[in-house]
């Protein structure tokens, strides 16, 4: 099983930018592998943010971060980054990563998803 380690969260004021960066114990390589962001804010549900495939490198984003976070990957450490721009407060709560192998319609559902980080936490001030 694929252990996921996220990083990079911390506490930032509105319009501040951070990277997450998530990273695999093991070399991906299967082509049908999706690794996402979800974010879950207090009192709240887990939500999608975004998500890339591994073999298409295509990516897909939430509308409410569209333009503003862009996922990318480093495949020779095994990592996933989430590059967060002009945050806002409603950005904040715990990030992870996860992956599995969705197929396109259910990339955003987090059933669809077997391996998961422990989480990192952003907070973003007014």
């Known amino acids: 099983q694929v252990q996921l380690v996220e990083d990079g969260g911390g506490l930032v004021q509105a319009g501040d930018s951070l990277r997450l960066s998530c990273k695999a114990s093991?070399?991906?390589?299967?082509?049908?592998?999706?690794t996402a962001w979800f974010r879950q804010a207090p009192g709240k549900e887990r939500e999608f943010v975004g998500a890339?495939?591994?073999?298409?490198?295509?990516?897909s984003y939430a509308r409410a971060v569209q333009g503003r976070f862009t996922i990318s990957r480093d495949d020779a450490i095994n990592t996933v980054y989430l590059q967060m721009n002009s945050l806002k407060p409603e950005d904040t709560g715990v990030y992870y990563c996860?992956?599995?192998?969705?197929?396109?319609?259910?990339?955003?559902?987090?059933?669809?998803?077997?391996?998961w980080g422990q989480g990192t936490q952003v907070t973003v001030s007014t």
């Open positions: 890339v495939r591994w073999s298409s490198r295509s990516s």
């Open positions: 996860a992956t599995g192998q969705p197929i396109l319609s259910n990339m955003g559902s987090d059933s669809a998803y077997n391996n």
């Open positions: 093991v070399r991906i390589r299967n082509s049908h592998y999706t």
